[in-house]
């Protein structure tokens, strides 16, 4: 028998959850049924959008299942098949998180892409969020090389692949970040990084300063005075790609919106939400083929904030709500 130990709550929190919400749990996993797979985890991946399914309403996604194990991006290896094409060994990324084992539907995992990194970039640069910033840039947002782009938390997993990718291509890039260390980072990599704990009229002058020919393209990611301070610096026709709203996410009652959204309005700015899955279907090649060897040969510099053992899992997820983290927020076990 193999036991499976993974994490469950017992009740969807308001505001920001307390550390004793999270329960780790064991069970005995049943025999396989013919075209599942067990996996042993090694990396698991936390990520903002789970705050979402701690809500108890169904958003893009369906909440989390009380007392039922929680799931979320890892990565493993196969210890024991019973699927047609996957065999012990393999190593595959998929949703079996929040847990050590996972037992899943076979034709729910995919193997990893043949691109020479370490396997944790698959949940990361070259996983879920590096997809959602090359998908946000270059599908919703249309980037041109001429355009002034300005990229929220742009030291974090998303924003950091974002603002080096728009870099790349030749624009102007001013990226805001929570903490000296993480500005001095985004400047030595070319991007204009100015401090988002500031209130909105702050935020606005060292934009403005930042960028005195204004912004085309706004990377949204944490919403609240950023994205006020953001549409005062729009130029008409702008495109904002809202990919997140963190600064929201653990309100218990909403805050009111940008008390100067009439700049969509005056702008003609275009604001459009999207969720990575929609859009990057059918592009997942052209992803892999564009950004793959970018990050392979060092062109790209993606980071990891690791926390170690199954049991730290939820510590990592609070991380990403305290600007602890510095790139992927990673779980990674024995
Ligand atoms: N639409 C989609 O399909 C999709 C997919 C993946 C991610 N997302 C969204 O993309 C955003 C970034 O995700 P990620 O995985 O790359 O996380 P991340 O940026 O690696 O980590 C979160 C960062 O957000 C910043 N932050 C936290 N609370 C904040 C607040 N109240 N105000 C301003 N900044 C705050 C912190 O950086 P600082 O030190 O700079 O404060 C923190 O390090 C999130 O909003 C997430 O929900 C959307």
């Not at 060994?89 to 995919?110: E, P, S, T």
């Not at 130029?235 to 904002?240: A, P, V």
């Not at 992803?287 to 990891?304: C, D, M, W």
Request: proline share 5%; hydrophobic share 40%.
């Amino acid at each position: 028998m193999t036991q499976s130990r993974y994490f469950t709550i017992g009740e969807y929190p308001e505001g920001l959850p307390e550390r004793s919400l999270f329960q780790l749990e064991t069970c005995e996993l049943p025999e396989l049924e013919e075209g599942e797979v067990r996996i042993r985890n090694h990396w698991l991946s936390v990520d903002p959008y789970m705050r979402g399914r701690m809500s108890g309403v169904k958003t893009y996604v369906e909440p989390f299942e009380l007392n039922k194990p929680m799931e979320g991006g890892a990565l493993g290896e196969i210890i024991e098949s019973r699927h047609q094409q996957l065999k012990k060994g393999d190593r595959v990324v998929h949703m079996g998180g929040w847990r050590d084992v996972a037992q899943l539907d076979g034709d729910q995992v995919q193997p990893l892409p043949d691109i020479d990194v370490p396997p944790q970039a698959f949940l990361g640069v070259l996983g879920m969020p590096g997809m959602t910033a090359w998908s946000g840039l270059e599908l919703v947002a249309e980037l041109k090389s001429s355009d002034t782009v300005l990229i929220s938390a742009a030291s974090g997993a998303v924003g950091s692949l974002a603002a080096q990718l728009a870099h790349q291509k030749g624009c102007k890039v001013i990226g805001s970040a929570g903490s000296q260390e993480k500005r001095e980072w985004l400047e030595a990599h070319g991007i204009t990084a100015i401090d988002h704990h500031q209130s909105a009229d702050e935020i606005k002058k060292a934009l403005k300063k930042a960028a005195p020919q204004g912004v085309d393209v706004y990377y949204e990611n944490v919403g609240g005075p950023m994205l006020e301070a953001a549409l005062d610096v729009m130029n008409d026709f702008g495109r904002i790609a809202v990919c997140g709203m963190i600064s929201r996410y653990n309100e218990s009652t909403p805050s009111a919106g940008p008390a100067n959204i009439a700049a969509v309005l005056i702008k003609r700015l275009r604001m459009q939400g999207f969720i990575v899955h929609e859009w990057v279907q059918g592009h997942e090649q052209a992803f892999y083929e564009q950004v793959g060897p970018l990050v392979a040969n060092g062109s790209i510099e993606y980071r990891e904030t690791v926390e170690e053992g199954l049991e730290r899992t939820p510590d990592a997820f609070f991380a990403l709500f305290e600007g602890s983290n510095q790139g992927k927020m990673l779980v990674k076990l024995d």
